[in-house]
């Protein structure tokens, strides 16, 4: 098996137990931007955590796991960090969460985010994993409508499908059909719609910005000029009547 350098980013920390990483997150948990948890495989007789037992920790204190990639035959990296305020949940951490929380195990930082994700409907909207994730109604009856776009559907692999209704069912509700509308026009190989034609109100012509500022600018101009709006008189003629007037 190739070997792969350590990421330099952040510290890669191994733990032996589920209770040196909850020491660990217990000092750290709101000073550290976070890190990766060196996971030993289970063919390497190496005492480690386990990646259940690292989730299970990391979501009593507000942490949640995120990239890992294998090392070298020995070892596992998964990076573990602070759950960011919009971050989505799994309908598994929910479940995970309401049997640490009955355990006594949650920590004030965990039981903040649970808190601030029921608060703006991220609790509700938890996604189910790839297993398990089924099309919903809604996304079925448009499927149904378009047989090109359902056709291409099911040519779509288990990973591929699971990012499409993941991305369905964490989305927000008032955008929710003009996410399935995208769906299936981009299954369906559809381009997007054009814009409805304005109408001959909305695209009747305004004066530029420059344009009126210039018409304003003649018009004053012209009113100063004419005053009370007596007519123009020639320059030359005023002088002259000024040069008379000096003689008298």
Known sequence: ???????????????ATASDFEAF??????????????????????????????VETALCFGWIDAHGFSLNE??????YQPRRPKSMWSQKNV????RLQEQGRMRPAGLAAVEAAKADGR????????????????????????????AKFETLGKQDRFVLLQR???????????????????????????APV?????????PKKNDAVIGASKKRKLDNDQGSGA??????????????????
């Open 123 to 150: 609790w509700d909207r938890a996604y189910a994993g790839a297993a398990t994730m089924t099309a919903p109604d809604d996304l079925l009856a448009a499927l149904a409508a378009s047989p090109a776009a359902a």
């Open 198 to 206: 304005p109408t001959k109100v909305e695209t009747e012509k305004k």
């Open 1 to 15: 098996m190739p070997t792969r350098p350590e990421p330099t980013d952040r510290p890669v920390l191994p733990f």
């Open 168 to 194: 369905l069912h964490t989305g927000l509700p008032k955008t929710r059909e003009k996410r399935i509308n995208n769906m299936v026009n981009t299954l369906a190989g559809n381009k997007a719609k054009s």
């Open 74 to 79: 020995t070892y596992w990296v998964v990076r």
């Open 231 to 248: 007519p123009l008189a020639n320059k030359s003629s005023r002088r002259a009547g000024l040069r008379s007037q000096n003689r008298d």
């Open 95 to 98: 479940n995970t969460v309401s």
């Open 25 to 54: 997150l217990d000092r750290e948990h709101k000073t550290t931007e976070g890190i990766y948890v060196k996971l030993a495989k289970k063919a390497s007789g190496i005492p480690s955590i386990t990646p259940a037992e690292a």
